[in-house]
């Protein structure tokens, strides 16, 4: 079962420039992630934030919580071609046991 | 290093042949879990372990076995094998339950059923 959808499924920029994605989910949750998965590879966690929170950093990386439209947004500032991977948004179902995954945004970063 | 690591990375099989994935974390972590990726589908959880001898389900969990007989490891067992298990496998790690925590994620095992 999946809780998380990212938008959009693509997106190619020129370095240099901010990149914005987005994740809906279904339900209520305490705590979202962010995860980036260059091709083929491990996910690497990027960033938590949890309910309570509504904005947090992470060098260029801001992520906003909008618990009330059930949303979080992902931007990357100044991007760079090595930022060019899937990013996936993950929140935890039911019970916290588990935690569901996004289908992913491709991003692109042209140098 | 602290990391999760899968072998093998790669594997080509035929169907019905046994096979075994291990994972190993040298980070002390309770939670461990499979997932399988597959294009348009995303991850998919296969099993998930809360600590030693507690395994439960996923949501794609039919033709695959676990075991948790220590913290440290998490073998995924494929009895016998089919074409539409062709994927790519991920193991991870966490400190505390699965939803609540940062996931540590292995590198990967591409298993391709003949």
């Known amino acids: 079962s999946q809780q998380g959808e990212e938008d959009p499924q693509a997106l190619s920029i020129q370095e240099g420039e901010n990149a914005t994605m987005n994740c809906s989910y279904k339900?209520?949750?305490?705590?979202l992630q962010w995860y980036r998965q260059n091709s083929g590879r491990g996910l690497v966690h990027l960033i938590l934030?949890?309910?309570?929170?509504r904005e947090k950093h992470s060098g260029r990386l801001r992520v906003t919580l909008d618990t009330s439209k059930k949303s979080s947004s992902l931007l990357i500032t100044a991007s760079r071609a090595a930022d060019t991977a899937s990013y996936f948004c993950?929140?935890?179902?039911?019970?916290?046991?588990?935690?569901?995954f996004g289908k992913g945004t491709l991003l692109t970063v042209n140098p | 290093e602290a990391q999760v690591t899968q072998n093998p990375r790669y594997l080509i099989t035929v169907t019905g042949k046994k096979l075994t994935v291990t994972c190993s974390q040298n980070m002390n972590h309770e939670y461990m879990s499979w997932y399988r990726q597959d294009p348009g589908l995303g991850l998919r959880q296969i099993y998930y372990?809360?600590?030693?001898?507690?395994?439960d389900k996923g949501d794609v969990p039919e033709g695959y076995k676990v075991s948790r007989k220590e913290k440290r490891n998490f073998p995924l067992i494929l009895e016998s094998p089919s074409p539409n298990q062709t994927s790519l496998y991920f193991c991870a790690s966490s400190l505390r339950t699965g939803g609540a925590d940062t996931q540590y994620f292995g590198p990967g095992t591409r298993l391709t059923v003949l």
């Open positions: 993950a929140t935890p179902l039911g019970s916290n046991y588990k935690l569901t």
């Open positions: 339900t209520s949750i305490n705590n």
């Open positions: 372990s809360m600590n030693v001898e507690v395994t």
């Open positions: 934030i949890r309910s309570n929170e």
